[in-house]
């Protein structure tokens, strides 16, 4: 049997929706909910997830963001000096977070919790005073190491006096609840090697895809073809998709330079990347390296909007640079039935299995080379694609998801 057969097994047993109570979720999200990429996506979905078998869920987050529909959002005031917020780490998010404690402890007294639900470390910490004002569980909802995402976005240095003092607070956090839930097995092994968690307190539960949306039999030929009349994309070349932040460390760089390197051999491809912030610095940087011809930026791809955007492409690429972080932007890749190139980490190992096409991590030469071969092999991008499709169908469901997530939440309760 070969890994990509082999599905995660999960820690507790599904639950059974007939005999369990409605639960009353209060999810605390650090973060500017709803925007279109990431960790955004999973709370979303495990919200849902969580409606559709009755429970109620209220999401304390900032006050920007999208609201969307079924959902109840509560959001704090905005900082008087800061209309805005940058993706990413920044002093400002501090001030944000001291505002978000607060809103926290209003709408927790308000609402009544069953179950206090933190994303991320900064909603972990929130969530347990909240947690603890209530007398109720806390469960976090683990998504990456946090000093390893301040360093990926260059805001703390890992060899610099303030890097020893936020390991501690990520250790003291990662303490406090109750149970943690992991994005993967990565997450996993790093909460148990290098904090010393207790296994008995970590449930694995990668991200998932919406394989109903995500399905490429809602996007025909010609369909597809307005769409790129649209975009200004080429109809008579092979399209390398991308969608999520346009980021150095999510490897948008080595994007360009792998499409320079295209460019260079005589290698016929058209580059479509979708997502933001920073779209006028790449679009420079693409003019830089003379391969603005055969890239186009979309900008913001709504998230409503992303399964016709995605469906253009005929190889996916996710060159992440992070060994910590998920990479839920994957599933949505596989369920699009994308064979994907991926620079190989733990995390998109244990997503794709033996179905990625790998290069070594931060490697732009074998990057740019498993894109060329996939481009020049129809078929293998075909059954590649297939494959990864019956594999989010098949292991990385919603619906699964938030029948364990209910379970644990049940056995927290009791």
Same mark, same amino acid.
Request: with cysteine; hydrophobic share 40%.
């Given at each position: ?207 998932? @895809? *919406?394989?109903?949306? =995500?399905? &490429?039999?809602?996007?025909? !030929?010609?369909?597809? %073809?307005?769409?790129?009349?649209? $975009? ?120 794709? @299995? *033996?179905?990625?096409? =790998?290069? &070594?991590?931060?490697?732009? !030469?074998?990057?740019? %080379?498993?894109?060329?071969?996939? $481009? ?39």
């Amino acid at each position: 049997m070969t890994p990509s057969e082999i599905a995660p097994t999960p820690r507790y047993k599904a639950v059974d929706t007939a005999v369990t109570r409605p639960l009353r979720i209060l999810m605390v999200a650090p973060t500017s909910f709803f925007s279109d990429y990431g960790g955004h996506i999973r709370i979303l979905e495990e919200t849902r997830a969580l409606q559709a078998l009755g429970h109620q869920v209220a999401i304390v987050t900032y006050y920007k963001g999208s609201d969307m529909p079924g959902l109840d959002i509560r959001r704090t005031r905005p900082l008087p000096w800061r209309t805005d917020y940058e993706v990413g780490s920044s002093r400002h998010k501090l001030a944000f977070d001291v505002l978000l404690a607060g809103q926290s402890l209003v709408e927790g007294w308000r609402y009544g919790p069953d179950i206090v639900h933190g994303h991320m470390h900064e909603g972990a910490l929130i969530g347990s005073m909240v947690a603890k004002l209530l007398r109720v569980p806390l469960v976090f909802d683990f998504q990456g190491s946090l000093t390893a995402e301040m360093v990926d976005h260059k805001f703390l240095n890992r060899d610099g006096r303030g890097y020893s003092w936020a390991f501690r607070l990520e250790k003291y956090i990662n303490t406090l609840p109750a149970a943690i839930l992991t994005s993967s097995r990565q997450a996993t092994h790093l909460l148990q090697d290098q904090f010393n968690i207790p296994p008995s307190c970590l449930y694995p539960l990668p991200d998932c @895809a *919406d394989t109903t949306r =995500f399905n &490429p039999d809602h996007f025909p !030929a010609d369909m597809k %073809q307005r769409l790129k009349a649209q $975009l200004g994309v080429p109809t008579d070349r092979p399209i390398v998709a991308y969608l999520g932040l346009l980021t150095d460390y999510q490897g948008i760089p080595h994007l360009l330079q792998a499409a320079a390197h295209l460019k260079h051999t005589g290698g016929l491809a058209h580059f479509l990347i979708m997502g933001y912030p920073n779209v006028d610095h790449y679009r420079q940087m693409a003019q830089h390296l003379d391969v603005s011809d055969m890239v186009t930026f979309t900008g913001k791809v709504e998230y409503r909007d992303a399964p016709a955007f995605l469906s253009l492409g005929d190889v996916a690429v996710a060159p992440k640079m992070s060994a910590t972080e998920g990479s839920g932007k994957l599933l949505n890749y596989m369920a699009l039935a994308q064979p994907i190139v991926a620079y190989d980490s733990p995390v998109h190992r244990e997503y794709l @299995a *033996d179905l990625g096409v =790998f290069a &070594p991590l931060g490697d732009v !030469a074998a990057f740019t %080379q498993a894109i060329a071969d996939l $481009l020049s092999d129809p078929q293998r991008r075909h059954q590649l694609g297939r494959q990864l499709r019956q594999r989010a169908t098949a292991v990385y469901s919603w619906q699964r998801a938030g029948e364990e997530i209910a379970t644990l939440y049940q056995s927290l309760t009791k």
